[in-house]
């Protein structure tokens, strides 16, 4: 596909130096850096999602855990069992 985009002064300076040391054509040379910068941009992205947290909706208030609920069940069991049962 050939495009035109016009470059700033320095980053047009950048391509043409590089090209130069590596006899390489610009359009190389263009490729190559844009290829490993949409490589870096993608592994970014991937990383970030991630990491990213997701929101959902809950009819808990929060900071409730709801995974200790069985938990805090048993012990209001052992709780009432004590109390009914209280050792001589």
């Not at 320095?10 to 190559?32: C, G, H, L, P, T």
């Not at 290829?35 to 993608?42: N, P």
């Not at 409730?64 to 049962?85: G, L, P, S, W």
């Amino acid at each position: 596909m050939v495009t035109t985009i016009k470059l700033d002064n320095d980053v047009a300076d950048f391509f043409q130096e590089r090209s130069k040391s590596q006899s390489r054509s610009i359009d190389q040379v263009a490729n190559d850096v844009l290829r490993r910068e949409i490589d870096k941009q993608t592994v970014r992205e991937k990383a970030e999602e991630h990491l990213r947290r997701h929101s959902f909706s809950s009819d808990y208030a929060p900071g409730v855990d709801r995974t200790n609920f069985n938990r805090v069940y048993d012990q209001m069991e052992i709780d009432a069992y004590i109390e009914k049962h209280p050792s001589s």
